[in-house]
């Protein structure tokens, strides 16, 4: 195993519904971001269907790669396709010896499930016995759901941890399965990352990766791990070092923060989420939404307590239900089209008022793939906030990519507009059009 500082980790994901798109996952960015933050590097971050001949070839493949720790995901049930625990008893040169305690703890957990008391009682106790074959010298974890977990020591190889593939029963059983103590033996020898997260909006990747090349021109980066990518249509700057290179990291983040500050929204990690939840402590918002659907009051409803700045939202997709429900004239609709700056402005003003909010957000737009036109193309977006003071906060543009694409990045838009809005306050009911709007 690695012989220096730092702990190296691989990820193995099984399951051919996986391979085959039926699904996906979710377990192995996860896994990866724990791990980050625990200071593990990881190496490499597989995906396997249910055979063990791949399996097992997955495990030494990173046994070869020098990785200290593997974490496996799915193939824990009473199923014959659940072989996860035998390959990896196999790999680590062990016997599955039954686990008496275990097994009653599984058959306690079947037992308040009344319903299957109605299946074969024979075929029952064969799966619940089969969850309960474990690994000689493994240390077990309670189960989330019907299947414990495991971590299992190799003698000359990486630890293996061993859990569920329910994403909810892997995340409640992680934590207890970083607290055994063949997990600890690897995990106590990691060193934690410092980390920044830089995000912006509306600022092409390019841009940053020119600033990047230039600040590289002049000091060492080495030292830093950068990462860009772009979330829900915004640019993530993930920067991380292991401690003593915060000189060099202050200056690539003084640097972003000097060069791109009208598009630098956040340089503490949080999200636009996070922000736009702040600031509507003590006020509520009302929403009118076309082409979007109900994702913007899908997106800020999303966390908890939300009902508390959330008045209610239109989902105003047809002309009748933007002047029936949201008293936008119909005649403006007639004159301007439903898409256009006039009737997203009606459409916040009526959300505001007929909400009674203290301030409305609209969305009208051409998502696709059809119904644009060459004053309109697809993709063209109107977005509008007013607030109960008579601030104005309207922008128009041509959003890129598909129907989900546009959609997204239209919600996404909104969310800024509304913070930018809230985070200026009122400004005596001036228009404003951001720039970069048409």
């Not at 841009?207 to 249509?233: N, Y």
């Not at 997204?408 to 951001?434: C, F, K, N």
């Amino acid at each position: 195993m690695s012989g220096g500082a730092q702990v190296r980790a691989g990820i193995v994901v099984t399951g051919t519904e996986l391979l085959t798109g039926l699904l996906a996952d979710r377990n192995g960015p996860w896994v990866a971001q724990q791990l980050g933050g625990l200071g593990v590097e990881v190496a490499t971050l597989l995906c396997v269907g249910d055979r063990p001949d791949d399996l097992d070839s997955s495990l030494r493949f990173l046994a070869s790669q020098q990785v200290d720790l593997i974490v496996t995901s799915g193939g824990l049930g009473p199923t014959a396709d659940d072989i996860t625990a035998e390959v990896v008893a196999r790999f680590a040169g062990v016997e599955l010896a039954l686990d008496e305690a275990m097994e009653e703890r599984i058959a306690s957990i079947l037992a308040r499930f009344t319903h299957l008391s109605r299946f074969d009682a024979g075929a029952m106790r064969a799966a619940n016995r089969k969850q309960a074959l474990i690994p000689r010298g493994a240390a077990t974890v309670d189960p989330a759901g019907t299947a414990p977990g495991l971590v299992v020591p190799v003698d000359g190889g990486p630890t293996v941890m061993v859990l569920p593939g329910p994403p909810r029963e892997l995340q409640a059983m992680w934590e207890p399965a970083l607290a055994t103590a063949p997990a600890r033996a690897v995990l106590d020898r990691a060193h934690p990352y410092v980390s920044v997260l830089l995000r912006l909006f509306g600022l092409p990747e390019s841009e940053i990766a020119d600033t990047l090349r230039e600040v590289g021109a002049e000091a060492d980066l080495s030292p830093l791990e950068i990462t860009t990518c772009l979330r829900r249509s915004e640019l993530e700057v993930d920067i991380r070092h292991r401690p003593g290179a915060e000189p060099v990291r202050d200056k690539v983040v003084a640097e972003i923060a000097q060069r791109h500050d009208q598009y630098l929204f956040s340089s503490d990690g949080s999200s636009i989420d996070d922000q736009v939840a702040q600031l509507l402590a003590d006020r509520r918002i009302g929403l009118a939404e076309s082409c979007t659907g109900g994702l913007l009051g899908g997106r800020l409803t999303e966390r908890a307590g939300s009902s508390a700045y959330v008045a209610g939202g239109v989902v105003s997709y047809s002309d009748a239900a933007k002047t029936e429900l949201l008293g936008v004239p119909a005649g403006m609709i007639e004159r301007h089209g439903a898409v256009s700056p006039e009737v997203a402005r009606a459409m916040a003003d009526g959300a505001l008022h007929r909400l009674e909010a203290d301030l409305g957000c609209a969305i009208t737009g051409v998502a696709g793939p059809g119904g644009g036109s060459e004053a309109k193309p697809v993709g063209y977006v109107c977005v509008c906030v007013t607030t109960a003071g008579g601030a104005v906060l309207a922008r128009d543009l041509v959003l890129p990519g598909n129907r989900a694409d546009v959609r997204e990045r239209s919600v996404t838009l909104a969310m800024h507009m509304i913070r930018q809005l809230l985070g200026e306050g009122a400004d005596g009911g001036r228009t404003r059009t951001p720039s970069g709007g048409r």
